[in-house]
């Protein structure tokens, strides 16, 4: 347990300190309202990271690049079905979550039955949606607005603590009991360190992947949704900033794309981390490019830390230098599923 | 090509059909042929000299980043910066004061240069740190990106007339951009001979069995890095002979084209199986379809969502495909 926790103390940590880093530079950069307006944006960040925490744990490759489509869609089939009325909200939610599902179900196929690489599978399925959502909205020019009452869940407050950081929280407290102590989170987790152990030891592995990937999609239009509240309309490109920042969140919360892992409370922490850092430089006025430069960089590094301490746990599990081979393995896509003939 | 492409319908060439599909080629070939047959449909004047050089002009750039995702996948690796790369190396030549550095050429040299500078940083980065391929690039992609944004915030500079008048010419009456593209093909045909490209295929199908053969996998992981890059110069140069300036985002759809030539082309991303004769399959397929949206008149609302539909159809022709072969 304390080995579960050190990774997501230690990025808490580094929030802390490029807050700190914030207010000795820029003061002000520490008030309440400031930390609360991070913990939103950090929300939906943690939420786009569970997506991918979910697929990458189920392993074989995993990645879901359609999350930023099935959120748009997520976020404009909602607005179309509330059309502005917080009567509608409830059944507009269920529809936008019930679509995303269907996308990411499709996707599940695609790759679970179909064997094609997530990468490629979900960027295609992302292209046909977002092109579906394009064509939908110029035949039928649908209602882009959020009812008073998503606007509400999306940006304000209850008692000092964002409505969306709530939502965060009990999810994210869901997903880490899903995850991680469930039997359908064993079930996960073991199909994507070893799907033929999986398999052999009675797990359905094609299920297990497609209903992993139904619950990324799912999820992101969830977020596509509650994002429409937070923004106040939905607009097509809504997701899209979240396509790449949920994979860099969820490598640096400790998910590692071999699968088998689903650490969540490191990916939530590292949504938290990110958003600090992004909101610090531009405070800063580090321009988009600076930013791009220094989140590459953190990226690098942080996959650089990782592949020291798994270099160096071996070598005290071993008691001898590591082997200096690259992990070629880690570059295999699909490599683990046993192909048919 | 539509010669090839023909094939199937043949009956002589009923032979040759089990051997395309061997290749994984096969079903790549098949698409080159329907896009062609659409192709030629729309635009009757298709194989008129100036529409096909106009096209080769168009898709060069293309083949070139296809054929390098290609070389890369061989290896059993990703580069998810190719497109960063291309756009990266475009602001540098277009912010060069081009007579001071020796003309067209002194621009294209450096180019090269910086080309291979990426290359190097990813290959070190994958194969000697032994990150994995697929983050770590997405990671330099990023940088490449910002440092392309530090040179030129918004689209602008001026690339020399001199580079894009000689890419629209000839040379012995042949058209430049093919025959870049059969210089570089020409390379890889020569290297995949050679002991180095016969290394990044075996490097790619069976990295275990390499090590043991001898080979040195980090060393041939890094090779595979620096000839891409080489052609991802080639590709850049090929792009901003047409645009002529400057512009952070120039490259920006190609890393995605690219990942979808390479699978069209039957090459398997588990590295070691194709050529990147897929790819440079694959890469005009990809540029076809754009073609026979753009000529059908489609209305622009539909044009994303036809191109998303054509591609996964072709992923899952790809798929059936190379599951009956296998």
């Not at chain 1, 599940?108 to 295609?124: E, K």
């Not at chain 1, 919360?253 to 409370?265: E, F, H």
């Not at chain 2, 100036?50 to 296809?66: D, K, Q, R, V």
């Not at chain 2, 041939?220 to 891409?228: G, S």
Request: aromatic residues 6%; charged residues 5%; hydrophobic residues 55%.
């Amino acid at each position: 347990m304390t080995r579960q926790l050190t990774r997501p103390l230690a990025l808490v940590g580094v929030a802390i300190l490029l807050l700190l880093v914030g207010q000795a530079l820029l003061p002000g950069f520490l008030s309440l309202g400031q930390i609360g307006n991070q913990l939103k944006i950090a929300a939906f960040l943690g939420l786009f990271g569970l997506c991918q925490t979910i697929v990458i744990a189920a392993g074989g490759q995993g990645l879901d690049l359609s999350v930023g489509a099935s959120a748009t869609l997520g976020g404009i089939l909602g607005a179309a079905l509330m059309q502005g009325s917080n009567g509608l909200t409830a059944p507009a939610l269920l529809a936008a979550v019930a679509a995303g599902g269907l996308v990411g179900v499709i996707n599940g196929i695609g790759i679970a039955l179909m064997r094609i690489p997530p990468l490629v599978a979900t960027l295609a399925i992302a292209s046909v949606v977002d092109g579906g959502t394009i064509l939908g909205v110029s035949i039928a020019h649908p209602a882009n607005s959020a009812s008073p009452v998503l606007v509400a869940i999306g940006g304000w407050a209850s008692a000092g603590v964002p409505n969306i950081v709530i939502v965060w929280a009990i999810l994210g407290a869901l997903a880490i009991w899903l995850l991680s102590a469930s039997a359908w989170g064993k079930r996960l987790t073991a199909t994507g360190a070893n799907p033929v152990a999986s398999l052999l030891s009675g797990n359905h592995v094609t299920a297990i992947r497609i209903a992993a990937y139904g619950l990324s999609g799912a999820l992101a239009a969830f977020a596509g949704f509650l994002l429409t509240g937070y923004v106040g309309q939905a607009f097509f490109g809504l997701g899209d900033p979240y396509i790449l920042t949920s994979v860099v969140v969820a490598v640096i919360g400790g998910a590692t794309l071999a699968g088998g892992r689903a650490p969540y409370a490191g990916v939530a922490a590292a949504a938290i981390m990110m958003t600090v850092l992004v909101s610090l430089l531009t405070a800063l006025a580090i321009g988009e490019a600076g930013r791009q430069i220094i989140f590459g960089l953190v990226l690098l590094g942080f996959l650089a830390l990782d592949r020291m301490m798994k270099g160096s746990l071996r070598m005290a599990m071993i008691g001898r230098r590591p082997n200096p081979a690259p992990p070629i393995a880690a570059a295999s896509s699909a490599a683990d599923t046993p192909r048919g003939g | 090509m539509s010669a090839a492409g023909g094939l199937p319908r043949t009956g002589s060439a009923l032979a040759i059909w089990p051997a395309l599909r061997r290749s994984g080629l096969g079903p790549g070939l098949l698409m080159l042929a329907v896009v062609t047959g659409l192709n030629i449909a729309l635009q009757p004047d298709f194989f008129s000299g100036a529409s096909l050089s106009g096209n080769i002009a168009t898709f060069a750039p293309t083949i070139l980043i296809c054929v390098a995702q290609a070389v890369i996948v061989l290896s059993r690796e990703l580069d998810l910066s190719l497109g960063a790369g291309v756009s990266l190396i475009n602001c540098v030549m277009a912010s060069l004061p081009q007579d001071k550095v020796g003309g067209p050429l002194g621009v294209m040299a450096i180019a090269i240069l910086v080309a291979i500078l990426l290359g190097a940083v990813n290959g070190l980065l994958v194969a000697y740190a032994g990150l994995p391929s697929l983050v770590a690039t997405f990671a330099t992609g990023a940088i490449w990106f910002g440092l392309a944004l530090t040179i030129m915030p918004q689209p602008g500079g001026v690339i020399s007339d001199a580079i894009g008048d000689r890419y629209a010419g000839t040379l012995m009456g042949i058209p430049v951009p093919l025959l870049i593209i059969a210089v570089a093909m020409t390379g890889w045909a020569i290297l995949a001979r050679h002991r180095s490209g016969r290394r990044i295929m075996a490097v790619g199908s069976n990295p275990q069995a390499a090590r043991d053969a001898g080979i040195p996998l980090r060393r041939t992981k890094l090779l595979a890095y620096l000839v891409a890059w080489i052609l991802v110069a080639l590709g850049a140069i090929a792009i901003s002979a047409q645009t002529l300036s400057g512009d952070p985002r120039l490259g920006t759809s190609y890393t995605l084209a690219s990942v979808a030539a390479v699978v069209i082309g039957g090459i398997s991303l588990g590295g070691g199986r194709g050529t990147p004769w897929g790819a440079l399959v694959g890469a005009l397929v990809l540029g076809l379809v754009t073609n026979v949206i753009y000529f059908a008149g489609i209305a622009s609302s539909w044009q994303e969502f036809v191109k998303g539909l054509v591609i996964v159809a072709a992923l899952g022709f790809m798929v059936l495909e190379g599951q009956r072969r296998a």
